[in-house]
């Protein structure tokens, strides 16, 4: 056995507690979440755990437990001299506020799924074989649409289309539209709400994705613009498409470049295909960040056997990167491909014939 570097044994055991606290504490936001008890708390009034146990109808003993353990993670504001806590503005917008650009609970529901799935994937590991999307426990799906749904909500409309090359005059005038991979149609539902002059088609192989938009489209005002059908990303039907978008979904698809090709043959002349990807640099070392570190996780439970799952399984991976993408492109018969736009947590691409 080698000796250890008993200073670096010390700071990496340090970590791990802090890790483990994180591990732990991210069920605890699943339980807030499906419980009421952020939403209760949006307020901000400060509440002793007797009042908040009330105030949800649910047990005292527990909700004081929950409490204290939110505190100790610093997600909501603890108030010694009452022995009370309260959730602050910021963090009602993390943990209670779904319509926030900031709500992040709804992620929990994906970390869910890695840990349901877990045994799944490592037979998978041992056999080289994937696990297909369909495959993953049922919170995997509306954890992604919870997750992905703020950054659509505070970019899509007001940050993406607008840097594409005449697109949004085109939406506003009345376009055609594809949502390829679309899930629970967070993505075709903001577009929907944003350009009422276009007609929008959502598709996802998913048939209870499929299901789960068309409600929630129709609870948003728009399910008469939107068409939800299922079909993959290499047989949606062609319809002369102004647009073509793909939302985080290129990676996991096992053959990115015949997707890519059948795109070019639904596209209007002068159409577009927008790919929204997750954030990534071209190389490993410019990746280990904790953005990287998110979707190298996710990755590994998700997105590659999600691929390896399907024909060829190029397995992209969720850190593909630019240069990797514009490969994949290329190889699809496309001449331009630039960046268009870009946040902390994705990278918006305009291709084009």
Not at 62 to 69: F, H, I, K, N, T
Not at 165 to 194: F, N, P, W, Y
Not at 245 to 254: E, N, P, Q, R, V
């Amino acid at each position: 056995m080698r000796e250890p570097n008993l200073e670096k044994l010390n700071a990496l055991v340090g970590k791990l507690v802090g890790d483990l606290g994180i591990s732990l504490g991210g069920a605890s936001i699943l339980l807030g979440d499906r419980l009421g008890l952020y939403k209760a708390m949006a307020d901000g009034a400060v509440v002793t755990p007797s009042e908040l146990a009330k105030k949800t109808g649910l047990h005292e003993r527990y909700v004081r437990e929950w409490l204290s353990g939110q505190a100790a993670s610093g997600y909501i504001d603890y108030h010694p001299e009452k022995n009370a806590f309260s959730l602050s503005a910021e963090q009602a917008m993390a943990f209670a506020e779904e319509g926030s650009p900031a709500f992040f609970a709804g992620a929990f529901d994906v970390v869910q799924a890695t840990y349901l799935d877990e045994p799944k994937v490592a037979e998978a590991f041992r056999t080289g074989k994937g696990v297909g999307w369909h495959e993953h426990s049922k919170c995997l799906f509306s954890g992604t649409e919870r997750f992905f749904r703020p950054g659509y909500n505070a970019n899509l409309v007001s940050n993406w289309i607008p840097t594409l090359e005449g697109v949004e005059a085109k939406l506003k005038a009345g376009a055609r539209v594809a949502d390829v991979g679309c899930g629970h149609g967070a993505s075709t539902i903001v577009m929907a709400q944003a350009y009422p002059n276009s007609e929008f088609f959502g598709f996802d192989y998913h048939k209870p994705s499929i299901e789960r938009a068309k409600v929630l489209a129709q609870e948003a005002g728009v399910g008469d613009r939107i068409t939800f059908a299922q079909a993959s990303a290499k047989d949606f039907p062609a319809k002369d498409y102004d647009l073509v978008a793909f939302f985080d979904c290129l990676h996991d698809m096992g053959d990115p470049v015949g997707a890519g090709k059948h795109v070019k043959e639904t596209l209007a002349k002068d159409g577009s295909w927008m790919i929204v990807e997750p954030f990534a640099h071209d190389n490993l070392k410019d990746n280990l960040n904790p953005v990287g570190c998110v979707y190298y996780h996710a990755s590994t439970f998700i997105c590659t056997p999600a691929s390896l799952s399907q024909e060829v399984g190029l397995g992209l991976g969720a850190q593909a990167g630019e240069s990797r993408l514009r490969q994949v492109a290329t190889e699809a018969g496309f001449k331009r491909f630039r960046r268009a736009s870009e946040t902390p947590f994705n990278m918006i691409f305009e291709v084009r014939s």
